[in-house]
């Protein structure tokens, strides 16, 4: 039998004293703080994976382009049929390979004027992306022999232009120092939420156009698209294309063409760390505060013990039980709070956000239950850890303090 778990149930089991608003004070800070570790991090993380996707689903995981574009809208053309294709297509960690071309240009409406990029597409595009983020019409077809003279464009230049589905637009190119016009029907409207990045700036349509534009035959593209199956392979698999492709091309990670972005969302893993650290310090010390109430008010409870021969470990053991179960009480709690209002978030989107300026209509949640797993394990080590130091009280009270005491 377990006697110092019998008697650290005896308190639990007994606990009426004036412990007990300062215990149940414990209890809540435990709950409370785990809660908001738990929300911080589903939060945290699910803006950068809403985010991140939104960013990859535009432009890919890696590009390839010729080595001399220096991030160019139009630069060199490149012949899509390339010996390392197949070397890839064999890779695990690659889904799908796609050709693009852009070019820039000006829509001109009756009323007005705006300034885009286009971005043409071929048949091999990937429409998964889009799909989600269509809000009106439908993503165009893009056939090798038949140019479509279809063209998706975003709310932010159908509100500007005052363009709706199924209305036509000129665009406006510069080849060779000339005026160059393009025709195309409005077949669907899309928004991502990233205005100044995308949505002010990118529009849709069959690379056939920019081919035609730029004289090429149709075999020459601007690059390739990768997409992967894993974004946290983007690194090695990054370096896996650059060493398949050869000197004349080269590969850029997703996080290297958007370098600014992608370092404001990895600079949120700082905030999230620095409130998860808070929150677990203040549990532990609520827990120590409780600690030091409960021994204090068993002081004659210890001195007994002691009297009739049990050790000081055995007794700080009892107490290090008691407090294993306050601190197990909180933790329960406060999963049950934190993990609720994560689903409520997640199902029905309770608190909205600018989407112009976070990017999102809402507040986005990454449920991962591994997370939770290891802000509990977390939590508990650090506050059991730190109820050992003040636990040696009991080691400085003996049976003649004790009976003085009571």
């Given at each position: 039998m377990n006697t110092e778990f019998f008697i650290s149930k005896k308190i639990i089991s007994g606990n009426k004293g004036f412990s007990k608003p300062i215990v149940n004070i414990a209890i809540l800070g435990i709950s409370l703080g785990l809660a908001i570790m738990i929300l911080t991090l589903a939060i945290v993380t699910g803006f950068q994976k809403e985010i991140r996707d939104k960013v990859i689903g535009f432009g890919s995981h890696i590009q390839i382009s010729n080595y001399d574009n220096n991030e160019s809208y139009e630069g060199t053309p490149i012949n899509r049929h390339q010996s390392f294709i197949p070397v890839l297509n064999k890779n695990p960690s690659i889904r799908h390979i796609q050709c693009f071309a852009t070019k820039a240009g000006i829509i001109k409406t009756k009323d007005e004027l705006q300034g885009v990029v286009v971005k043409g597409i071929g048949s091999d595009f990937d429409w998964n992306?889009?799909?989600?983020?269509?809000?009106?019409?439908?993503?165009?077809?893009?056939?090798?022999?038949?140019?479509?003279?279809?063209?998706?464009?975003?709310?932010?230049?159908?509100?500007?232009?005052?363009?709706?589905?199924?209305?036509?637009?000129?665009?406006?190119f510069i080849q060779n120092q000339q005026q160059r016009a393009r025709k195309f029907v409005v077949c669907g409207i899309y928004e991502t939420g990233l205005g100044e990045m995308f949505d002010q700036i990118y529009v849709l349509a069959d690379i056939a156009h920019i081919q035609k534009l730029n004289g090429w035959n149709k075999d020459s593209i601007g690059g390739f698209e990768i997409l992967l199956n894993d974004y946290k392979k983007l690194e090695t698999a990054t370096a896996y294309v650059n060493g398949a492709i050869g000197f004349n091309f080269i590969a850029r990670s997703i996080k290297d063409i958007n370098r600014p972005i992608f370092s404001w969302l990895d600079a949120q893993d700082i905030n999230a760390v620095v409130v998860i650290l808070l929150m677990a310090l203040v549990a532990a010390i609520n827990m120590i505060s409780a600690l030091l109430v409960l021994i204090l008010e068993r002081t004659s409870m210890i001195g007994t013990l002691k009297a009739i021969g049990m050790k000081n470990w055995s007794v700080r053991k009892v107490f290090l039980y008691n407090a294993s179960y306050l601190i197990g009480k909180g933790m329960l709690y406060g999963n049950i709070l934190g993990i609720s209002i994560c689903l409520l978030q997640k199902h029905f989107h309770l608190v909205s956000l600018d989407e112009s300026t976070y990017y999102l209509s809402s507040i986005p949640i990454n449920f991962?239950?591994?997370?939770?797993?290891?802000?509990?394990?977390?939590?508990?080590?650090?506050?059991?850890?730190?109820?050992i130091i003040p636990s040696y009280i009991i080691t400085y009270i003996t049976p003649v303090k004790a009976m003085k005491f009571s």
């Open positions: 992306f889009f799909k989600k983020n269509i809000i009106a019409g439908k993503p165009f077809i893009v056939s090798d022999s038949v140019k479509s003279d279809k063209i998706l464009i975003s709310k932010y230049h159908s509100e500007k232009l005052k363009l709706k589905l199924n209305d036509s637009l000129i665009i406006y991962n239950l591994l997370h939770i797993l290891f802000l509990n394990a977390g939590t508990f080590i650090l506050c059991f850890v730190m109820l």
